[in-house]
């Protein structure tokens, strides 16, 4: 069993440890209280028991949360008083240098908590530490003088999240809708240099990723890109070829059309192969100035062409990306494995989705995709024209930001709707399930904790719109004076941006499932617990829709994914409440409204369910299936993304995709406990553990991760049940 110390450093459970804390604190009160040595034994034994049971590395501070209600269980309340006055001594002697502590033990490597933060960021490497020192230095200025303290301890004692406080002493914004159209059509200035319309389709392309570098670096979220933006330019190579091709064969003598253009339509197909692989390869091998690749969503969407001549141009691109992501990238080892970006977004239509549809081809490709590299995602078009209105009445299909956070209709003061060059203020999220225990099963309290929690929110909310506030475009001119967000002069704020809807700030919810269960002991699948989650939701929808009001401000309910938060949450819970069967019994909690991943319940009633629940959410939600090997049953496949079509606007298939660099095993690596009970990854052919020795792929918060999950996170895949 291992142990996470106060700096985030794993070692070795030493319960000896236990035992002599205790008799020091024994020694030091008068004799008449003493308790006897197999007293202390026995506290340790019951507290090392404890440890065990919880099946998973424990922090220093829970363990001395035991010890302080044993010693207390066994009536020795004046060594606990004695106990609990020497811990908090220490700690504040501890709390003159945290952020030293930190800094230091992520350098050495030794922060576990740190080295399982984000599962696509490896914390061995400098550029990565460089960003996580950067990032302890922002979160110690935050927690001391940036925010208030009730919200900085609630965020701490695990009431919300205030996400991404490692960037917030910066004034950086969440996550965009890249204006790549406006970009390569009118032209943008990258580091100083001028990068005026690029005359090919591979030149975009290579244009496309250098944008997608630079936004990645002036912001902290996800991004998004769609390839309608580069289809343009497959009209302009086409052309460039033809005259090239023809001012060739005419030399030759050789003035047939149709040679000419099948000779060209060749050499077409062979650039849309560069420039896609091009952004496939730069994508994935490009370090953003917080060490990691950039969190990027290509949208892939027939509907936003121009005209028919544009979408065949655009099916052309989608179809290479398709067969390139099909083919995946190259490990060290030199085998083809799953890459973790850029995501993919499909858009299910009825030019595609049904068997002899026009473009149905392409859906099929799509499903070999998914089946193999877990991508591309689903957006039904059908579903969205109902749930995205605008004030005209109108519906849209569009993308979201990265994974799942969703823009809500605007339309500008010309009367036309606009997404591309919008963005996200920041996120706050509430601990739902936190709400519900502290009620007691009393609905009249569970509101007014509810309404407390809410204002505590939206106040840490507003925090980050006023941190926004006065930003000059000049702190990133990729975004606000070169084209991405929009074309602002040097030396203007950006404040007429942060109102009147033109972007969002996102109030995240979480555990919607322990909530329900923890208030009437019923499931979100039973229709009692279906009713008052339901009732939750429309709740939430509530407050922010009167902040809105109020402010001006686009306020917008966020199905957040919890990425190491859950593992967090979950821990905070224990304390506070215990082990709760069917609650807090897990080292995770569930993410936004989903349906609890130990559920049994097939793919198609869960999307069935969750699309209530995911109408009721949108600044952003995705749902999933939990699916087997599919890759022989791609009937099955589209059987599902059909039923994606006519019932849920967004949601994704997990499979799995996994490679053992020792052994060369192609298949599911397993999760295994080890001697000291922590859960590792385990080859099944060779049991290699060595994490760098392996490649695992998981979707664990719309993004694909690859293997650098905590505790928690690491739980909540292996207890996945599947759909189908």
């Known amino acids: 069993m291992k142990i996470i110390k106060r700096n985030g450093a794993e070692a070795v459970f030493d319960n000896e440890k236990i ?106 490497v400098n550029s990565v530490q460089r960003d996580y020192m950067a990032g302890e230095v922002s979160k110690d200025i935050t927690r001391r003088i940036l925010l208030p303290t009730d919200i900085v301890k609630a965020h701490e004692d695990g009431l919300i999240h205030f996400h991404d406080a490692d960037y917030f002493a910066q004034h950086m914004h969440n996550c965009d809708l890249v204006n790549l159209e406006d970009m390569l059509e009118n032209g943008t200035v990258i580091s100083g240099t001028m990068i005026e319309k690029p005359h090919s389709f591979s030149t975009a392309c290579n244009i496309a990723t250098q944008i997608i570098a630079q936004v990645a670096s002036n912001q902290y979220g996800g991004q998004s890109i769609s390839l309608t933006h580069l289809a343009p330019f497959v009209k302009i190579s086409r052309e460039k070829i033809r005259r090239a091709v023809r001012e060739e064969l005419s030399a030759v003598g050789i003035t047939d059309e149709q040679s000419i253009s099948r000779i060209a339509e060749k050499r077409l197909r062979e650039e849309i ?186 106040r840490a909310l507003r925090a980050r719109h006023e941190r926004l506030l006065g930003t000059l475009s000049d702190a990133a001119p990729i975004l606000w004076q070169y084209g991405a967000l929009t074309r602002l002069p040097k030396g203007e704020t950006i404040d007429k941006y942060l109102y009147g809807g033109y972007s969002t700030l996102s109030l995240g919810y979480a555990g919607l499932w322990e909530c329900v269960m923890a208030l009437n002991g019923k499931k ?124 849920i606007m967004y949601a994704e298939l997990n499979t799995k995709s996994d490679f053992c660099q020792v052994c060369g095993y192609d298949g599911e690596i397993l999760i295994e406990k080890d001697e000291d009970g922590k859960l590792v990854w385990e080859c099944p052919n060779c049991h290699n553990r060595d994490q760098s020795k392996m490649n695992v792929a998981r979707r664990t918060c719309g993004y694909i991760g690859t293997q650098y999950w905590n505790q928690g996170r690491t739980q909540e895949i292996q207890e996945r049940v599947l759909h189908l």
């Open 19 to 124: 035992f002599n804390a205790v008799a020091k604190a024994n020694a030091a009160i008068d004799q008449s209280d003493r308790i006897s040595e197999k007293d202390i034994k026995r506290i340790t034994d019951k507290v090392t028991k404890k440890c065990n049971k919880l099946g998973r590395a424990v922090s220093v501070e829970e363990v001395q949360d035991m010890v302080e209600r044993e010693i207390m269980g066994a009536g020795a309340f004046t060594l606990a008083k004695t106990y609990i006055t020497y811990r908090y001594t220490r700690e504040l002697v501890r709390k003159s240098n945290t952020t030293d502590d930190k800094i230091m033990s992520l350098i050495e490597c030794n922060n576990e908590e740190v080295k399982q933060e984000n599962s696509n960021k490896n914390p061995t």
């Open 273 to 458: 192969n560069r420039g896609v692989q091009c952004i496939q390869y730069q994508v994935v091998t490009l370090l953003t100035t917080n060490g990691q690749a950039p969190f990027i969503t290509v949208f892939m969407y027939l509907g936003e062409a121009r005209d028919e001549e544009e979408r065949a141009d655009l099916a052309l691109i989608i179809e290479e990306v398709l067969e390139q992501r099909i083919k995946g990238v190259k490990n060290e080892a030199g085998a083809w494995i799953t890459p973790a970006f850029p995501k993919l977004i499909y858009v299910l239509e009825e030019d595609n989705v049904r068997p002899g549809s026009k473009y149905h081809y392409l859906t099929k490709l799509a499903a070999r995709c998914t089946a193999k590299r877990m991508v591309p995602d689903y957006i039904s078009e059908k579903i969205m024209l109902e749930n995205k209105i605008d004030k005209n009445g109108e519906g849209h299909c569009y993308t979201c930001m990265g994974c799942r956070s969703f823009l809500t209709p605007y339309v500008d003061e010309c009367g036309k709707p606009k997404y591309y060059g919008r963005f996200n203020q920041g996120v706050v999220t509430v601990n739902l399930v936190d709400i519900g225990l502290s009620a007691e099963g009393d609905m009249e309290k569970f509101y007014k904790i509810f309404d407390e929690r809410m204002e505590l929110c939206h």
């Open 524 to 647: 979100l699948t039973e229709p009692e617990g279906e009713e008052l989650g339901i009732e939750i939701m429309k709740l939430l929808n509530k407050y922010t829709a009167k902040w809105k009001v109020e402010e001006n401000i686009d306020y917008s309910l966020y199905g957040t994914p919890l990425e190491s938060t859950t593992y967090k949450f979950a821990k905070c819970l224990q304390k506070r409440f215990g082990i709760i069967e069917g609650v807090t019994d897990k080292n995770y909690i569930t993410n936004s409204y989903h349906v609890h991943v130990t559920e049994p319940i097939d793919a198609f009633d869960k999307l069935s369910l969750e699309a209530k629940f995911q109408a009721l959410s949108p600044g952003g939600a995705i749902s999933y299936v939990e699916v087997p090997d599919m890759q022989n049953n791609i009937d099955a496949v589209l059987g599902i993304m059909e039923y994606i079509y006519d019932h």
